[in-house]
Nanobody
Framework: VQLQASGGGLVQAGDSLRLSCVASGRTFTFGYVAMGWFRQAPGKEREFVATIDWSGGATYVADSVKGRFTISRDNAKNTVYLQMNSLEPDDAAVYYC????????????????????WGQGTLVTVSS
């Protein structure tokens, strides 16, 4: 399973970015599993950002980004998105997409340990 994240970049505070993550793999059925976004800033632990269930009908975002970030998915395109609005300097980090693959894979999860597959990350830098 490969997860390819893209869309990061350098923006100013208050700007928006949309991250994308395309999933592929011969034995991987994207439309059956929940997906998540996490981030990691230098010197900090990996932090949960958002998750979406297999159908896209349920989402959950961290309190720190609630009202500013939205997660969505397009199962026909094997892609999950993270729309980030009103970006703040504290949002600067490497953002990782992740896919569940075992256990209750349909359902949302906020712990990194619940995810089996990880993308390579895309860097978001926010200047003040």
């Amino acid at each position: 399973v490969q997860l390819q994240a893209s869309g990061g970049g350098l923006v100013q505070a208050g700007d928006s970015l949309r991250l994308s993550c395309v999933a592929s793999g011969r034995t991987f059925t994207f439309g059956y599993v929940a997906m998540g976004w996490f981030r990691q800033a230098p010197g900090k632990e990996r932090e949960f950002v958002a998750t979406i269930d297999w159908s896209g009908g349920a989402t959950y975002v961290a309190d720190s980004v609630k009202g500013r970030f939205t997660i969505s998915r397009d199962n026909a395109k094997n892609t999950v998105y993270l729309q980030m609005n009103s970006l703040e300097p504290d949002d600067a980090a490497v953002y990782y997409c992740a896919a569940r693959g075992t256990g209750r894979a349909h359902y949302m999860a906020s712990s990194p340990g619940d995810y089996d597959y990880w993308g390579q990350g895309t860097l978001v830098t926010v200047s003040s």
